[in-house]
């Protein structure tokens, strides 16, 4: 496949190439096509861009069916969820009040947003939200309360009270610690 390009595409290209923002699959097709214009051969060119010889075909068929337009055009599918215009309502509404499962946020984004989400889903909107999962600690299960508050009131208090007036000799706190 031959190219030729006309001056002003030439020059299109390199004003292009010279802007910063410009996505690196633009940069490649550009450079691609400036390359065979030069005569590099199809090898070449994939080898020193680091894509496929049918990628760089693919590139100058582009260029001949629609111009340096079709060349620049963004075509990749990007679907936009349907969560998208809700999202800064769904997150102050998590920070005021946070919830506990994918199930609690699925019936907030259906009562904020109206809208019915899988669970998949939910959760995957929640990780957007800067949102993590946590698992909560494990209560003690042999924890007894009345002998904690009697320690608390008997043992602890007091030592408390000794160490906020200064006078705590340094033994009864490696009695204490250890």
């Known amino acids: 496949m031959s190219l030729d390009l006309i001056q002003q595409d030439i020059d299109d290209m390199d004003k292009a190439l010279a802007d910063e923002d410009l996505p690196g699959k633009f940069r490649r097709k550009l450079l691609a096509l400036k390359m065979r214009h030069a005569g590099a051969p199809l090898g070449m060119i994939a080898n020193t861009l680091k894509v496929t010889i049918r990628s760089v075909s693919n590139y100058i068929a582009e ?10 055009e963004d075509r990749a599918y990007c679907p936009m969820s349907s969560v998208e ?44 939200l800067g949102m993590r999962y946590r698992k909560a600690g ?10 904690q508050l009697e320690f608390l009131n008997e043992q602890l208090q007091p030592r408390l009270d000794e160490a906020g007036e200064g006078s705590v000799r340094s033994s009864s706190w490696m009695l204490l610690i250890s």
Do not use: C
């Open 85 to 128: 215009p809700f999202l800064e309502k769904l997150e102050k509404s998590f920070r005021v009040s946070p919830v506990g499962s994918a199930r609690q946020a699925r019936r907030r984004i259906w009562n904020v947003a109206g809208i019915d989400l899988s669970l998949t889903q939910t959760r995957r909107t929640m990780k957007r």
């Open 138 to 147: 494990q209560v003690p299960g042999k924890a007894d309360g009345d002998q």
């Open 63 to 72: 260029y001949h069916e629609g111009g340096l337009e079709a060349t620049l």
